[in-house]
């Protein structure tokens, strides 16, 4: 056995360097393509708690998609600001704009489902692989879609 230490991480000047426990998570494409990534903890108890939020206000959302007041743009481009600013405090991080420059929250993908949903099931799978604790599945159904159905 040898008797050298092991070196620690060099600290430049007045930083501290600690280990927080994040992790970098590449978004790519079905065909592999680099879309961007994201920082997250995905041990941060409170993750939990945010995701059931991030679900609820989605759910919420959906509603106000619907039966909302003002012009069908105007609910839209709400629904939208809200979902991105529920991302960012899903991740407690500005990931939206890396989620969402690839396409709107509410773009209704192939599978019917919104872009949004899609990204909270994603989401929700790495988490509960991270943790090993199970999540709620948001519920795909809903009116709105369906005009967008063939």
């Known amino acids: ?10 600290q430049n000047g007045n930083d501290i360097v ?7 998570y590449n978004i790519k494409n079905k065909r592999g393509e680099a879309l ?3 920082t997250f903890v995905p041990s941060d108890l409170g993750i939990f708690e945010r995701y059931d939020h991030a679900v609820k206000t989605f ?14 743009k105007d609910r839209i481009t709400d629904a939208k600001n809200k979902m991105m600013a529920e991302i960012d405090h899903l991740f ?3 990931v939206s704009d890396t989620f969402f420059k690839i396409t709107g ?21 790495v988490i509960e692989k991270e943790t090993g604790r199970r999540l709620q599945k948001v ?9 967008y159905h063939k």
């Open 105 to 125: 929250p509410f773009s209704v993908l192939s599978t019917g489902e919104f872009y949004a949903v899609h990204i909270i099931d994603t989401i929700r799978a």
């Open 59 to 72: 759910e919420e959302l959906q509603a106000q998609l619907e039966n909302g007041d003002g012009s069908e």
């Open 1 to 10: 056995m040898s008797n050298k230490l092991i070196k620690a991480p060099q």
């Open 18 to 24: 600690i280990d927080d426990g994040s992790r970098v």
């Open 92 to 94: 407690n991080a500005d």
């Open 36 to 38: 961007g990534q994201f």
């Open 139 to 147: 519920d795909r159904a809903s009116k709105y879609t369906q005009k």
